[in-house]
C-alpha cells in the first residue's frame, strides 16, 4: 500500500512540474575563443602582471552569468590572458570590481577551499579535446589553491593535487592572480600538429553578491567543467611529452607516550618512505608507495548516529585521494538530499590501512596504475597491509575497466580481493552510466561478493534515473542488498534490504517569488523513501520527507522546513546511542529546520535542529555550528550537537548525549598554518585533540609539526586511558 501511494504522489507531482525548461540551452556551435601567445623568457609569478610580455596578450571577452541570471552579461569585468613558454603555461587574470579589495570574501587558508566561501576564479582545461575530462585549477583572492580532476560534470577527484604556482594581489580596483602551470603537470597528447586547441573554459565567482559568470555560457544546471559547453584556447605549441617522474620522500620521527592500566612504555621512533609517481605517457601513469605514511591527514570529524543507516567517513589520505573516481565510484543521496539515502560503494578505499575506529595500521607498500583515454579507461591498485595487533598481514587487490561511448555513457567492471592468512573476500562488480539526452540519465551498480572460508555468497545491485533541468529535478532509485552480502573492502549503508527511494524538487525564480532582492529561489520538494526486508520480502519502513519550504537567499543563506511521517515494523532490535528500542511496530511525525547564514561573511551559522515523537518516545536532536573569520588568515569553528532522549527504549530511557567540535586555522600566508581540532564526546566520555603546523617551503614539499592527544575518562571525569603522540615530518617533492 505505502508503494502505492508514493507512485500516485510522485506521479502527481512530477506531472505538475514538467514543461518546456525555456532556460536550458544546448552547447554553442560557434565556440569562444581566446588566442595564447608564445613568449621567450619566464615570467616572476608575483600576482603583478607587469611584464611587458603580458601586453602581448589579447584580453577574453566578456563573461556571462550562470548565476543569478543566467545568459546575461556579467556586471563585473573580468579579463583572462594566457602565454607560455618551453616550461609553463601562465594565465592571468584581472577580475575587476568598483568595490575594489572591500568587496572580497573569503574565510579560511585551506587547501581545497569552500567554494561557496570565497571569491574565486576556476579554470578548467580539456587538453584531449574529448568534451567529457578536464583539469581545473582554481584560486581565491589570497592565492589559496584548489585543484581537482573532473569526469563528464559528474566524478570528481577533488583532492587531487598538481604541481603549479600562484600569487595574488588585492587593490581599490579588483584582484589580480598570476598563474603558472608547468606543462608537466597538464596531460595532452603527443600530436603531430605544430599548433593545438584545448577546450577551456574559466568561471568566477563574486561573492559578496553570489554571482557566478563564465568566459564561455554554462546553463546553471551544470558547472563551468561541463567541458561540452566549454570555450577554446588557441594557438598552443607544448613541447612533446618527455620524462615525468614526480619523488616524494618523507622522513618522519615520533615520540609516543601512553598512560593507564596496562600502559605501553613510552617510546621513540623512525620512519621513512614516500611515494613516487611516473607518468608513463599523456595517458597512463604509475604510482608507487613504501612504508606509506599519513600522519599528516585530517582526523575523522565524530557523528552521533541516530539512524539505522552506516556512517560514511570519507577518505582524507592523499595516496587514495588521487584518481579515487575511476575505483570509488558509487550511487548515493546527493548533498541536496536527492537519490534516497542507500550508499553503496564497491570499492572503499578506507578498508585499506584502517580499522573499524578509524585507526591507522601499516602499509607497508604498493602501487596503483591508471590508464585514462577518451573511451577506454582501466587500473589496478596492490597494497600490501602489514600485521598489527590482532589483525594479520593482509593483501589488497583492486582492478577496474571502465569503456566510454556514445555522448557521455560509460560501462565497467570492477574486482576486488581482500585474501587473509584464513579467508579471502572476493567482489566482482558490473556498472553502467547512461546519458539519455541533455536533461535524464541512468546509473547503475550490481555487484556480488563471496568469502572462501564460508562460501557464503551475497547480491547488491541500485538504480537510478536522473531528470534534471533548470526548474526542477526528479528521481527514482531502485536498491536491493541481500542479507549475505559482505563487501570486506566496499561500503554499504544497510544490508537486508529492498529500497525504493523516489523524489523530487521544483526549483522557482519566477515574477510571484517575492522579496527578489533577498530571495533567489523558492525550492520546495517531496524525498519518499520505502524500505522491505530483502530476506523475508517484508515491510520494514516508509518516510514520506516533505520540505513545503525551502528558501535560497541571494547571499547564499538558506532555509528548509521539513516534517516527515513514518511508520516502522523493526524486525531487530536498534541501539541508537546506547538505547536499546525493541523490535516492533511504530508510527511517528518529525519536524526538521535546515538553515544557515551567508556562509562567507565573517560570521556565520549553520541551524540543523529535529523534533519530534521517536520510536517509542522522543528525541530533539540539534547540531549549531558557528564560524568566526574575522581575516581569511583566521577561523574560528565551533559545533555543539545534542540529542536528548525522553522515555526513548525498552526500558524508557532519558538522556542527553552532547559532541563538542572544536576546530581553528591560523595562517601567516597560504603555505605556512597552524590548525586545530577538539572533540569531545559525552557518549563514551573521550576527549582527543589533534594539532598541525605546517609549512609548504616549496611546491608540494612539507614539513609538519603534530601533536594527537587520545583520552577516555570514567564517571568521576578521571582519565582511565590516554595517548600523546608528537610528531615531526619532513617530504621534499621533486619532479623529473
Not at 584560486?139 to 589553491?145: I, L, M
Not at 559482505?486 to 526549483?507: A, L
Not at 511504530?586 to 538553515?595: C, E, M, V
Request: with cysteine.
Amino acid at each position: 500500500m505505502p508503494k502505492k501511494i508514493l507512485l500516485v504522489l510522485l506521479v502527481f507531482v512530477s506531472s505538475r512540474l514538467v514543461a518546456q525548461d525555456a532556460d536550458f540551452f544546448k552547447p554553442d556551435s560557434v565556440k569562444r575563443k581566446i588566442e595564447a601567445v608564445k613568449i621567450d623568457n619566464s615570467i616572476h609569478v608575483d600576482g603583478i602582471l607587469d611584464e611587458p610580455e603580458w601586453q602581448l596578450a589579447k584580453s577574453s571577452s566578456p563573461f556571462t552569468q550562470m548565476e543569478p541570471a543566467q545568459g546575461k552579461p556579467s556586471n563585473f569585468l573580468t579579463e583572462i590572458k594566457v602565454l607560455y613558454n618551453r616550461q609553463n603555461l601562465y594565465v592571468g587574470v584581472i577580475a575587476h570590481d568598483p568595490l575594489g579589495k572591500k568587496a572580497i570574501r573569503a574565510t579560511d587558508f585551506m587547501r581545497d577551499f569552500d567554494l561557496l566561501k570565497h571569491d574565486l576564479i576556476n579554470l578548467s582545461f580539456d587538453c584531449f579535446n574529448d568534451k567529457r575530462n578536464a583539469m581545473a585549477f582554481a584560486t581565491n583572492a589570497y592565492g589559496v589553491q584548489r585543484d581537482y580532476l573532473a569526469f563528464d560534470d559528474l566524478l570528481y577527484d577533488v583532492d587531487w593535487n598538481g604541481l603549479w604556482n600562484v600569487r595574488t594581489t588585492r587593490g581599490d580596483s579588483g584582484w589580480v592572480a598570476e598563474i603558472a602551470i608547468p606543462w608537466k603537470t597538464l596531460r595532452y597528447p603527443k600530436s603531430s600538429d605544430t599548433i593545438q586547441s584545448w577546450g577551456f573554459n574559466v568561471a568566477r565567482n563574486r561573492r559578496l553578491t553570489n554571482e557566478l559568470s563564465a568566459f564561455s555560457p554554462v546553463p546553471r544546471v551544470f558547472t563551468s567543467t561541463r567541458m561540452d559547453y566549454a570555450g577554446v584556447l588557441t594557438n598552443l605549441r607544448p613541447p612533446p611529452p618527455t620524462t615525468n617522474i614526480r619523488v616524494d620522500p618523507y622522513f618522519l620521527s615520533s615520540y609516543d607516550h601512553y598512560s593507564g592500566p596496562d600502559a605501553l612504555p613510552a617510546k621513540t621512533h623512525y620512519k621513512a618512505g614516500g611515494d613516487l609517481k611516473w607518468a608513463i605517457s599523456p595517458n597512463s601513469v604509475l604510482d608507487l608507495t613504501a612504508n606509506t605514511d599519513f600522519a599528516q591527514a585530517d582526523a575523522d570529524i565524530q557523528v552521533n548516529n541516530v539512524t539505522q543507516f552506516s556512517v560514511f567517513f570519507p577518505e582524507k589520505r592523499q595516496f587514495f585521494l588521487e584518481n579515487a573516481s575511476l575505483f570509488s565510484f558509487n550511487v548515493q543521496m546527493s548533498p541536496d538530499g536527492s537519490g534516497g539515502s542507500m550508499n553503496l560503494q564497491p570499492f572503499f578505499s578506507r578498508s585499506i590501512g584502517l580499522d573499524d575506529n578509524g585507526n591507522p595500521i601499516p602499509i607497508t607498500g604498493g602501487g596503483r596504475y591508471v590508464y585514462r583515454s577518451d573511451k577506454l579507461n582501466y587500473g589496478a591498485i596492490a597494497m600490501r597491509q602489514g600485521s598489527y595487533n590482532d589483525s594479520p598481514g593482509t593483501n589488497f587487490f583492486v582492478g577496474r575497466v571502465s569503456e566510454n561511448f556514445g555522448s557521455q555513457n560509460r560501462v565497467g567492471a570492477l574486482f576486488t580481493i581482500k585474501n587473509q592468512p584464513d579467508h579471502t573476500n572476493i567482489e566482482s562488480t558490473v556498472d553502467g552510466f547512461f546519458r539519455l539526452g541533455d536533461e535524464n540519465s541512468l546509473n547503475t551498480i550490481f555487484t556480488h561478493s563471496i568469502s572462501t572460508n564460508t562460501q557464503q555468497q551475497g547480491f547488491a545491485g541500485i538504480a537510478q534515473f536522473y531528470h534534471s533541468t533548470n526548474h526542477y529535478k526528479f528521481w527514482w532509485t531502485e536498491s536491493i542488498v541481500t542479507k549475505t552480502f559482505d563487501p570486506e573492502m566496499g561500503f554499504v549503508s544497510r544490508k537486508d534490504v529492498i529500497g525504493t527511494t523516489p523524489g523530487v524538487n521544483w526549483y522557482y525564480r519566477g515574477n510571484l517569488l517575492p522579496f527578489k532582492s533577498i530571495l533567489r529561489a523558492f525550492e520546495p520538494g517531496i524525498l519518499p523513501e520505502l524500505y522491505l526486508q530483502e530476506s523475508t520480502g517484508r515491510f520494514t519502513e516508509f518516510d514520506l520527507p516533505v520540505w513545503p519550504i525551502w528558501l535560497n537567499f541571494q547571499n547564499g543563506a538558506f532555509f528548509g522546513y521539513n516534517f516527515t511521517p513514518s511508520i516502522f515494523h523493526l524486525t531487530e532490535p536498534f541501539q541508537p546511542l546506547g538505547v536499546n528500542i525493541p523490535a516492533g511496530n511504530y508510527s511517528f511525525t518529525r519536524q526538521w529546520i535546515y538553515a544557515s547564514t551567508d556562509p562567507s561573511k565573517i560570521l556565520n551559522l549553520v541551524v540543523n535542529y529535529q523534533w519530534g515523537p521517536y520510536y517509542n518516545g522522543r528525541l530533539n536532536s540539534g547540531d549549531w555550528k558557528l564560524q568566526f573569520s574575522p581575516i581569511p588568515y583566521i577561523s574560528l569553528t565551533g559545533e555543539y550537537n545534542r540529542n536528548r532522549f525522553k522515555d526513548v527504549g525498552t526500558p524508557a530511557v532519558s538522556k542527553v548525549v552532547d559532541l563538542y567540535i572544536l576546530q581553528s586555522r591560523l595562517a601567516l600566508n597560504p603555505r605556512v598554518q597552524l590548525s586545530g581540532l577538539f572533540q569531545k564526546n559525552s557518549l563514551n566520555s573521550e576527549k582527543t585533540y589533534n594539532v598541525r603546523l605546517s609549512w609548504e617551503f616549496e611546491p608540494l614539499s612539507y614539513i609538519y609539526i603534530i601533536y594527537n592527544h587520545g583520552s577516555a575518562y570514567n564517571n568521576l571525569l578521571i582519565p582511565n586511558t590516554a595517548e600523546d603522540h608528537l610528531i615531526g615530518k619532513v617530504s621534499l617533492l621533486k619532479q623529473f
